[in-house]
């Protein structure tokens, strides 16, 4: 993440923004430049307080949606952790670090998430109790490799269609949005990469999401998918130019906090 990327970034939508933040600009380059390493670890802190002071107190609303994000990037961050300590990923593969380099973004992400909610004045939901199972449904999930990416699969599916699908309710803090769309790319990107590591494996998919096709996985994960196979966009039917698939796998569709809430559902005692 470039803190300088993101001032910029937000003077593009705030022209004020500048003004609000004065000396702290000055304050976060030079904490940038103090040391990589030591700057990384303590950026969520740092742009915390930074919004807090440039953009006040957080609405409820916004909160809300915060700890919504909160709790799904408690189930990725934990499932990761788990996995990359049960020796479910094949020692000595790449996948080895593929899977440490997701569990460490999705770590970070609850990190700046907390520090975010603390920063705007608002409670942290609490971690819930998981049960990654999905009360025996994968219940070889930290034993077969194949089940474990399929979860993973799911999951990655399930953040990018939930993050956009609670975006708007974010337009009213200009920072707070920045920060969301920064961390839904990410999980875009871990969504592919875990596709193609299930190709690699034998999966008929592609790295992105075809119809409501669930790359083989089941019903058990169907409600993740429902909804993708939409081919008309803004009123404009979109297999006037390509075909059915081609135009379901150009968009991804929203989910709603409820549609969300229902496929965790399983994932938590």
């Given amino acids: 993440m470039n803190i300088h990327n993101i001032i910029t970034e937000l003077e593009k939508v705030d022209p004020e923004v500048g003004d609000r933040l004065n000396s702290r600009r000055s304050a976060m380059k030079q904490f940038v430049s103090f040391s990589g390493r ?88 609490a971690k819930p109790t998981f049960d990654f199972t999905a009360g025996g449904a994968f219940a070889n999930v930290f034993t077969n490799y194949d089940t474990f990416l399929a979860v993973a699969q799911a999951f990655e599916d399930t953040g990018v269609r939930a993050y956009k699908g609670r975006a708007a309710e974010l337009i009213s803090n200009n920072a707070v949005l920045t920060a969301a769309l920064q961390i839904h790319s990410v999980e875009a990107r871990h969504a592919s990469h875990i596709r193609q590591m299930r190709k690699a494996r034998g999966a008929n998919l592609k790295p992105w999401i075809t119809g409501k096709d669930t790359g083989g996985i089941g019903a058990a994960v169907q409600p993740v998918y429902d909804g993708e196979e939409l081919t008309t966009q803004a009123g404009v039917n979109i297999t006037q130019f390509v075909s059915a698939n081609a135009a379901s796998e150009s968009f991804d569709e929203p989910l709603s906090a409820n549609q969300v809430l229902a496929i965790v559902d399983p994932f938590i005692v």
């Fill in 38 to 125: 030591v700057a990384l670890a303590a950026l969520p802190f740092a742009l915390g307080s930074m919004f807090k002071k440039a953009y006040g107190q957080s609405a409820p609303g916004i909160a809300g949606v915060l700890n919504y994000a909160l709790t799904l990037e408690y189930l990725e961050a934990e499932y990761y952790t788990k996995g990359a300590a049960s020796g479910v990923v094949p020692a000595g593969t790449p996948a080895v670090g593929a899977i440490n380099t997701i569990r460490d973004h999705e770590n970070a992400h609850v990190a700046f998430l907390k520090t975010a909610l603390n920063s705007l004045g608002a409670t942290p939901v």
